[in-house]
Nanobody, 116 residues
């Protein structure tokens, strides 16, 4: 059974940083392209960063240069370092598959709120 458990969210001031983590289990993590998604109130869920099994990364335009995705295949975790946070980054953040094929069942996500 696939499980994705996100953590690390919180309230941060504009310009601040947070590091999100996702613990994955129930599948062969090291072969999967993984991604971080976010969903802001009233908006559709969007993919903001992805990392392939070969550590190739891609970012959505608004987070490029501020967010960094990484993975640890030994620990079955994928992380998202978020710097220079802006109010528009406020959302619930989720990790999931980000390659071909359907996504897994969504975890509970972790809330990120950027506000002064």
């Amino acid at each position: 059974q696939v499980q994705l458990v996100e953590s690390g969210g919180g309230l941060v001031q504009p310009g601040g940083s947070l590091r999100l983590s996702c613990a994955a289990s129930g599948f062969i993590f090291k072969i999967k392209t993984m991604g971080w998604y976010r969903q802001a109130p009233g908006k559709q869920r969007e993919l903001v960063a992805r990392i392939t099994s070969d550590d190739i990364t891609n970012y959505e335009g608004s987070v490029k240069g501020r967010f960094t995705i990484s993975r640890d295949n030994a620990k079955n975790t994928v992380s998202l370092q978020m710097n220079s946070l802006k109010p528009e980054d406020t959302a619930v953040y989720y990790c999931n598959y980000a390659g071909l094929g359907r996504v897994a069942d969504w975890g509970q996500g972790t809330q990120v709120t950027v506000s002064s």
